[in-house]
């Protein structure tokens, strides 16, 4: 539950407060969803290939804001060494995600900076994909003991994601420039939940009509 709901909602959480704050990779998002669906449909899954941009925005809030500061503990089934350190047998081993993803040497670029084209891959048209096989970052665990919903978290995030900045105009509330980015002191989400004002961008009738 953790990782498949609360994961991809602080995720999204994230993401909107720091494109907020950054209105030219906001545009870039909304261009590529009026290029890609248009403004007479709502998103579909079918589409989720052609969304790289979104799919990035995804990804970089997943490493600079992970829902949690470690992973599920792995515990080593006999002596081992990983990157020259010794893992005795028996040892219980527990990622770091805030240390991966902040890490200056897997993230030489603004390390701390909220920049999704860091992972389109100089746009060479590769599919972009939340998850990170090579431990720079964890969006959904890793390993043989990373998460069973992987596929459905994904999907929950680039929908609800997509959804929301297709749907929507966002900007800060009246009287404040900026969404404050302090993390809470006792977790890594938002100190303050977001409080965005949003309206509608889209024809009325492209909304699903109320019951």
Known sequence: MVATVDNPSNAVEWALAEMINQPKILGKAIEELDRVVGKERLV????FSQLNYIKAYAREAFRLHPIAPFNV??????????ANYFIPKGSHVLLSRSGLGRNPKAWPD???????????????????????????FMSFSTGRRGCIGVTLGTSMTVMLFARLLQGFTWTAPPNESKIDLSEAEDSLALAKPLIAVAKPRLAKHVYPAET
């Open 110 to 136: 603004e390390t701390l900076n909220f920049k999704p084209e860091r992972h389109l891959k100089d746009d060479d048209g590769s599919e972009v994909v939340l998850t990170e096989n090579d431990l720079r």
């Open 44 to 47: 579909q899954e079918s589409d």
């Open 73 to 82: 503990p792995h515990v080593a089934r006999s002596d081992t060494t990983v």
